[in-house]
């Protein structure tokens, strides 16, 4: 499934939480993008990060990319090493997060998931991010 359809707009509440509406439904996120509640989930949900990521489009590419996220982390609770994604989704690529989505954070957010601990992306060139041991 190819989702580019929807419509985002941010209300601030208290906290500096935000709701993204998308589809007639209302989403919790906080103010770095993060989903309040992972349990919430879905496909059009994802669509609505997306877009609040700057993303307009998730072809089938990205959706198995994100959809390969939030499986892995519900089994080990971590976030995955980035070739192994690639792998797992059958791309040829290592970097298929980075050629996706550029920041593999963008993913994690779109993919629902909580903010990882200690996980920090560094780019050199906006292009290509990679993580950070040093933060």
């Known amino acids: 499934m190819v989702c ?5 707009k941010h209300i601030h509440v208290e906290g500096a939480m ?5 589809n007639n439904s209302k989403i919790v996120v906080d103010e770095e993008g993060f989903l309040a509640d992972s349990q919430v989930w879905d496909e059009d949900v994802a669509h ?21 996220m939030r499986q892995y982390y519900f089994k080990h609770q971590t976030f995955p090493i980035l070739g192994n994604v ?10 298929c997060v980075n050629m996706e989505f550029v920041d593999p954070m963008k993913a994690w957010k779109i993919a629902g998931l909580p903010k990882p601990p200690n996980i ?5 060139d906006g292009k290509k991010y990679i993580a950070n041991p040093f933060y």
């Open 48 to 68: 609505a990060l997306a877009k609040n990521e700057g993303i307009e489009t998730l072809n089938e590419a990205k959706m198995d990319i994100i959809r390969f």
């Open 86 to 95: 690639c792998k797992s989704v059958g791309q040829k690529r290592k970097n």
């Open 18 to 22: 935000t709701l993204v509406t998308s």
């Open 4 to 8: 580019n359809e929807g419509v985002v």
């Open 120 to 124: 920090f992306f560094t780019s050199f």
